[in-house]
Nanobody, 115 residues
Framework: QVQVVESGGGLVQAGGSLRLSCAASGSIFSINAMGWYRQAPGKQRELVARIISGGSANYADSVKGRFTISRDNIKNTAYLQMNNLRPEDTAVYYC?????????WGQGTQVTVSS
């Protein structure tokens, strides 16, 4: 079993920055990918950024150039550096961990960007 815990959300003004962290723990032997998704009220959950074990990353078009995902394989932790935040980035951000053939989700962390 793998536990996933996010941290780092909060309230920030437009143009500001936040850094989210996602820590995976438990019986870990092979994390294939770690990613960040978000869900705004009344909207479907969407992919924000994802990084695979080799280090390649992909981003939603809406965050390219503003968000950066990184990963510490020793700590089994992923980070999402979010710069130049916009009100439309307001959502609950969820971490997703692909471990072996199973997928695990964190409980989510709220990010609110005020105008």
């Amino acid at each position: 079993q793998v536990q996933v815990v996010e941290s780092g959300g909060g309230l920030v003004q437009a143009g500001g920055s936040l850094r989210l962290s996602c820590a995976a723990s438990g019986s870990i032997f092979s994390i294939n990918a770690m990613g960040w998704y978000r869900q705004a009220p009344g909207k479907q959950r969407e992919l924000v950024a994802r990084i695979i074990s080799g280090g390649s990353a992909n981003y939603a078009d809406s965050v390219k150039g503003r968000f950066t995902i990184s990963r510490d394989n020793i700590k089994n932790t992923a980070y999402l550096q979010m710069n130049n935040l916009r009100p439309e980035d307001t959502a609950v951000y969820y971490c997703n961990v692909v471990h072996g053939w199973r997928t695990y989700w964190g409980q989510g962390t709220q990010v609110t960007v005020s105008s």
